[in-house]
């Protein structure tokens, strides 16, 4: 790792353009590139947003270890990034009154959650068995991670799931609430959430690349990543649709959802608010670990919240949202400021790319209160 001080002098970005000018292409090419020669990343992708509308998609580098270019249409791993185009999906469920935000999901099983055969495609609900407190879990709470669990169940003493707090009662991000919410759409309400989310996400935006599993046509122009330690992982073949984040994606592609997002297109007007409304107050330090101690009142970000399927927060410009996905070899994020409709998104198959976001995203929107510190638990990304 590079001292803290030069780390931060090579990432800091140039002079800002005026509060509402957006760079051109041609300098968005030149600071990517520069910021990718400072953390060494193999492969970067960035996608502007204005007005709702995508203007600018950017792809560098290199896709593969054979060093075949990163182009817009290549096939990236999108991560938790899935998180926000799942509520997404939800929210127009709740729009139809196919489910209801606030309604338990007991009342969706035909039996008690701890009573369904435990499946590999989902958490071992079983061990809930001797805690009741599963039936006051509500798709908001699961939606904002209030659900109470850890991460995932993998993650557990013996792998067994469990309830750590009250739901509802504080934000613990969680995968396995997601997957929860998912399980209830296909076996509480007969739902298929892979076909829901290709019909109501990927072909309304004209998402042709994008996908909850593994498709044979990807491998013609898809990316692998790159490690922290410079080493390469080859592009993991999903063959389950999961919520937390199964999904394949391109730089055109997920610039599609995110312009959609950002207008709303798909919700009403009551659900948009409510995705992008501040459900519960965030007081952790930072994202993870997930199950960290709160913070004293005093020291937290009282501008940073939970919303659904996304974070929140206000800035220098006002009403933003946020999410962010990773895993060894990824480093993805996405930011939007309601004002102006404007979004960054970037897409890196190189996980040592996240430390140039902030950077980017201030080049690209001027300054705008993205969650850096808490997302990363690095004091090295500045607002």
């Known amino acids: 790792m590079r001292p803290f001080a030069l780390l931060l002098s090579l990432l800091l970005p140039g002079p800002l353009l005026a509060a509402d000018a957006l760079p051109s292409a041609a300098t968005v090419d030149a600071e990517m590139q520069r910021l990718m020669r400072a953390t060494h990343a193999e492969g970067l992708a960035l996608a502007i947003i204005d007005d709702g509308q995508v203007v600018q998609v950017h792809a560098l580098g290199k896709r593969n270890a054979a060093g075949e270019p990163l182009t817009p249409d290549t096939v ?22 196919v489910i209801d935000l606030d309604r338990p999901i007991a009342a969706y099983l035909d039996r008690p959650l ?26 908001r709470m699961l939606l904002s991670h209030r659900s109470g669990f850890s991460n995932f169940a993998f993650l557990e003493p013996e792998g067994k799931l469990r309830i750590h707090f009250d739901p509802g009662t ?22 298929d959430v892979g076909t829901e989310m290709q019909r109501r996400v990927f072909d309304r935006f004209g998402m042709t690349r994008t996908s909850m599993m593994w498709r ?8 692998d990543g790159w490690a ?16 937390a984040g199964s999904m394949d994606t391109t730089p055109n592609d997920i610039a599609r959802l995110a312009a959609g997002l950002v207008r709303g297109e798909g919700l009403s007007p ?6 992008v409304r501040a459900q519960w107050p965030i007081t952790t330090a930072s994202q ?36 962010g996905g990773h895993d060894d070899a990824v480093g993805n994020t996405m930011v939007c400021v309601e004002r102006g409709r404007r979004c960054v998104v970037i897409l890196g198959n190189d996980v040592r790319a996240e430390a140039a976001f902030p950077a980017l995203v201030r ?21």
Not at 117 to 123: F, V
Not at 290 to 306: F, G, M, V
Not at 363 to 383: H, I, M, S
């Open 270 to 275: 009551a659900s948009r608010r409510e995705m």
């Open 363 to 383: 080049f690209v929107l001027g300054q705008t209160g993205a969650p850096w510190n808490w997302e990363y638990g690095k004091k090295e990304f500045a607002r």
């Open 76 to 97: 990236m791993y999108a991560a938790s990034l899935t998180k926000a185009a799942f509520a997404y999906m939800v929210l127009q469920l709740v729009d139809e009154g």
């Open 114 to 139: 701890p009573d369904y055969p435990d499946e590999k495609k989902y958490a071992p609900w079983s061990t809930l068995k001797d805690d009741p407190r599963w039936r006051q879990l509500t798709a």
């Open 228 to 243: 922290a330690d410079g080493s390469t992982e080859p592009h993991d073949e999903r063959s389950r649709v999961r919520a």
């Open 170 to 191: 504080r934000y613990a991000y969680s995968g396995e609430g997601l997957i929860l919410l998912q399980f209830v759409l296909e076996r509480g309400l007969g739902l």
């Open 216 to 223: 044979e046509d990807f491998a013609g122009n898809l990316a």
């Open 288 to 323: 993870f670990p997930t199950l960290q101690n709160e913070l004293p009142p005093a020291q937290r970000r009282k501008d940073l919240a939970a919303g659904l399927g996304v974070v929140v927060f206000d800035g220098p410009q006002g009403h933003g949202f946020y999410k």
